[in-house]
């Protein structure tokens, strides 16, 4: 503010400074060692003034460049496309990823179930068995059938095929008690 002050009295300005006039004090230091040496002395340069000036921008219109424009939007469609290429190749991974789960949890079940028929497996044969079939009849109260109570059915081929019913030789069992 001392510079404007100077600058208002220097000039006869007694309203002070107009306002398109601005004044920046920028002092400059006297070079090192030339032995001048001022005591007492405010003053030390030459004050830097500088003058505002208002520019209207509001007629200025923009010319477009078509060039620019171009290059822009064929950078855009670049990045884009780009942009898709990362999309369709990350949703690719992680698509593999799922599906390799996907498939060991399935493994992994198929294995339990593999299991699960080996260990019925099992049980069917242990309950099949006729040594066991022929100690619960005892229990039961049942007795080995007598000869001629037993009639074996004749094997006609597959069990797929279809096959007649006969109702010959038909014999009744009666159990007394």
């Not at 597959?158 to 006969?166: E, H, I, L, Q, S």
Request: charged share 20%; hydrophobic share 45%.
């Amino acid at each position: 503010m001392a510079a404007s002050q100077w600058l208002a009295n220097s000039l006869n300005w007694a309203g002070g400074v107009p306002a398109r006039v601005q004044g920046v004090y920028s002092p400059v230091a006297a070079a090192p060692g030339a032995g001048v040496k001022r005591a007492g002395t405010a003053w030390m340069g030459t004050p830097e003034i500088y003058f505002s000036k208002n520019i209207d921008n509001s007629r200025l219109v923009k010319v477009t460049d078509h060039q620019r424009t171009r290059e822009i939007a064929i950078f855009s469609a670049s990045l884009a496309c780009l942009f898709l290429l990362v999309m369709v190749y990350a949703f690719q991974h992680f698509s593999s990823i799922e599906y390799g789960y996907k498939i060991e949890a399935q493994k992994k079940q198929r294995e339990e179930l593999v299991e699960a028929n080996r260990a019925l497996r099992l049980e069917e044969a242990s309950l099949r068995d006729p040594e066991r079939i022929d100690v619960l009849a005892r229990r039961m109260g049942l007795e080995s059938p007598q000869a001629g109570q037993v009639q074996h059915l004749e094997n006609a081929g597959d069990a797929g095929t279809p096959m007649m019913a006969r109702a010959s030789d038909v014999a009744v069992v009666t159990l007394a008690q």
